[in-house]
């Protein structure tokens, strides 16, 4: 028969190995899906264009927006949820992650759609609209996660 403290001993054991798992992966957010309206190259153009501005496009950050906006409380809160759930079994690292990486991903569509300075009035003529981060959708799209090894 065990005592109660090898039980314990063989929990913080569990959690160790728990928190070892989570410890390999990372989560990765950004323009990494591949859609038919740009090539990878003209996607990683369009993300530093509109993230850091030109001499003729204000910056846009929809990255840096969406880090800002949302570090501090909704992922912070989300990953601890999520930690919480790999250490009682609940979920897997890889799934935690998928739930972060998720979470983050909605974050920063929703920073697309809000994000300012509006278009100046010559392209909002030629778009039709004053929706600054979209124009075929393709940035938009392109938005995902990515869980991979650290």
Known sequence: ??????????????QKRRL???NQSEVSVGAIKSVPEHTPEELQKIVRYNE?????????????????????YGWRYVSREAVKG?????LTSGKAYKLIGERMVEDVRHQIDIVSPHNAPSTIKKKGRDQPLVDTGGLYRSIDKEVRPR
Do not use: C, D, H
């Open 1 to 14: 028969m065990s005592s109660g403290a090898e039980e314990v001993l063989k929990r913080l054991a569990l």
């Open 20 to 22: 070892k798992q989570l």
């Open 52 to 72: 850091f501005g030109t001499n003729k496009i204000p910056a846009r950050s929809f990255l840096r927006g969406s880090v800002y906006r949302n570090s501090k």
């Open 86 to 90: 790999v250490l009682s079994g609940q």
